[in-house]
């Protein structure tokens, strides 16, 4: 079977909703329509009407009355805002709130690399992240060989105040035989091991909590009848190493001072990506996978003022991306690509992917030629622009949506969403997005 | 030897760059005339940036090759290097706001054109911004953001401008991935760009 045939079954399966505990038979009928709906957009079959599946992240705590902070630390409003915001909004899916509850984990560790609302930004704002070169420019060769160790001894210890004393334990990798335990555990007996110890079961206490938490929030939302629209979570191995460990501009300078290491690199990264989403997926039982792609953009749509050139993309940046998608189709799964920049230079490359596997979320692009040029190939997602959502009306992003559903959701193939995600999303306007488009965005 | 260096910088050889500035400055070269020559390659650079040949890759190793040429030549100054500089320009990342790559490119692009940049740094207050225009009387002011928060951040930032009774005294110019003419228009900006060079351009435009 086909890597198509494998995601169709996968698909089929997430649509029964086996295991799922709805509170009566409309709500499964609800589900499985909306599930239904969904798979015929990725599979490039005409739906009733167009799907909307928003990002909402921490626009369910505006929606009802809450701040960010809230979110990450008040288990009931984190609660009650989600149920709200969906319950009266009724999207074709959700997103699960994967960032609240994370405050005490994220304080556990004493994060360096995040602030996060009353951590450094103001209790209405979500987090942001702190690039940095957290992997130095002369660690590739260790993380090719032992990327755990380098993730344990040297990135934690840089990135997490409470994990630095890892930085001075003894590799693991050393303990292969009985006799290595003599000696080469002894740092965890020392004040600074034991306070590393003392900080890993603080973070898997609260993981733990997190954990039941998510799951049952998000398990009340199902029940009535919602899916949520991802399952698991995936990378382009370059933005793997550019996001957090070497940072955009390390990653991008090892381009040209050391490309055949960072392809390398690159290389190792398509199994340890996808062995983590295939693991979460199966869990889950969702086959989409949310895979977010940060660096390989221009910013204008003939190509230039981005990070890479359309060489460097083709060269560097798309061939490992590729792979990992190849190998999560390969095992049923859909690579939801949220493209951020503007991605018009680079549609006649990324349309190597089997037909009828993927969904393709654009920030900006030429909506015509992106569906000239992907419509047999590829779901496209989006792109209401975020400033219409945040400082427009109602009737702009009614008539945003109608522009795009008359370029993109000719025969099908299309999801409407916005282009990302925002706490400062109107309400108003979330409102007549979903609204316009279960009453306007209709397939006679 | 001066086009030797202008042209291999700007074709970014970095380790052809280093060893021909150690060469020069052994020969016993004015170091001065060495860094200007240096400059002239930058310039090359954000030409090839503008015309689409080079992005921000390019920009940043061209940054790092700078910064090291810089520390290369800097124990053979005599005196602190004096450049003309044709004015005054602030920038700065806007309150709420922590990201720096568009800011840091702004900033790099300005200098090499020869404006004076009071980099505010990120996440600037607003008042920040109001001392700054009153102690340098800057004409042009660059305000930088990615985040949705950003949108009301410069609006903020650019209404208090002008209840400060400054605002006839300044350009404004936003800039940023998502930033675009109805942004602009909400926030009461003058222009907006959405890479390094539009800053350059509107501060020409404003200064000369």
Known sequence: ?444 | MASDLINILADLNEQQVLDLVQCRLDAGEDPVEILSDARKALVLVGKRFEEGLYFISELMFSGDIMRQVTEIIKPYLKDEVTTTRHGKVIIGTVAGDIHDIGKDLMTFMLDLHGFEVLDLGVDVPIDTFIEKIKETAAPVVGLSGLLTIAFDSMKATIDAIKDAGLRDRVKIIIGGGNINEEIKDYTGADDFGNDAMAAVTFAKGVIG
């Open chain 1, 1 to 444: 079977m086909n890597g198509n045939g494998k995601v169709q079954n996968s698909l089929k399966a997430w649509c029964a909703a086996d295991g799922i505990e709805f509170e009566d038979e409309a709500a499964k009928r609800s589900y499985q329509e909306k599930t239904r709906r969904i798979t015929d957009v990725i599979l490039l079959k005409k739906p009733d009407r167009v799907p909307t599946m928003p990002m909402w992240e921490f626009f369910y705590m505006k929606y009802a009355g809450y701040t960010c902070r809230d979110g990450m630390y008040d288990a009931k409003k984190a609660e009650d805002a989600t149920i709200k915001t969906v319950l009266e909004l009724k999207p074709d899916s959700f997103q699960s709130p994967i960032f609240y509850m994370t405050g005490p984990i994220l304080e556990a560790l004493d994060s360096k690399e995040l602030l996060w609302p009353g951590h450094g930004v103001d209790d209405r704002q979500a987090h942001q992240f702190l690039e940095g070169e957290y992997m130095k420019a002369n660690e590739y060769r260790a993380l090719i060989n032992d990327p755990s160790d380098l993730i344990l001894r040297y990135y934690f210890p840089r990135v997490y105040g409470n994990l630095a004393p890892l930085a001075s334990a003894a590799p693991i990798r050393n303990s292969f035989a009985y006799y290595a335990m003599f000696d080469q555990w002894a740092h965890f007996g020392t004040p600074e091991g034991i306070k590393a110890l003392e900080t890993l079961k603080k973070v898997g206490e609260a993981s733990l909590n997190y954990l039941n938490w998510l799951k049952s929030c998000v398990g009340k939302i199902e029940a009535k009848g919602y899916p949520v629209w991802s399952g698991s979570f995936c990378l382009a191995p370059f933005d793997a190493i550019g996001d957090t460990l070497r940072g955009t501009k390390g990653v991008l300078l090892d381009m040209f001072r050391q490309p055949d290491v960072l392809k390398e690199a690159c290389e190792k990264f398509v199994w340890w990506l996808t062995d983590c989403a295939i693991s979460a997926a199966k869990a889950t039982g969702n086959p989409i996978v949310f895979m977010p792609l940060h660096k390989g953009t221009a910013s204008k749509p003939d190509g230039k003022g981005g990070f890479i050139s359309v060489k460097q993309f083709e060269e560097i940046y798309w061939p490992t991306l590729r792979k990992v998608m190849l190998v999560l189709i390969d095992n049923g799964l859909v690579p939801n690509l949220l493209i951020e920049g503007d991605f018009t230079s680079r549609l006649d490359i990324i349309k190597d992917v089997p037909p009828a596997s993927c969904i393709y979320h654009f920030e900006r692009v030429d909506l015509e030629k992106a569906k000239a040029v992907l419509g047999d190939r590829v779901c496209i997602r989006g792109s209401i622009p975020i400033h219409k959502m945040t400082l427009g009306t109602p009737e702009d992003v009614k008539a945003e949506c109608q522009r795009q559903f008359d370029v993109l959701g000719e025969g099908g193939g299309y999801i409407m969403d916005t282009t990302v995600a925002s706490e400062q999303i109107k309400p108003e306007n979330m409102r007549a997005l979903i609204e316009f488009t279960k009453e306007h965005c209709v397939y006679t």
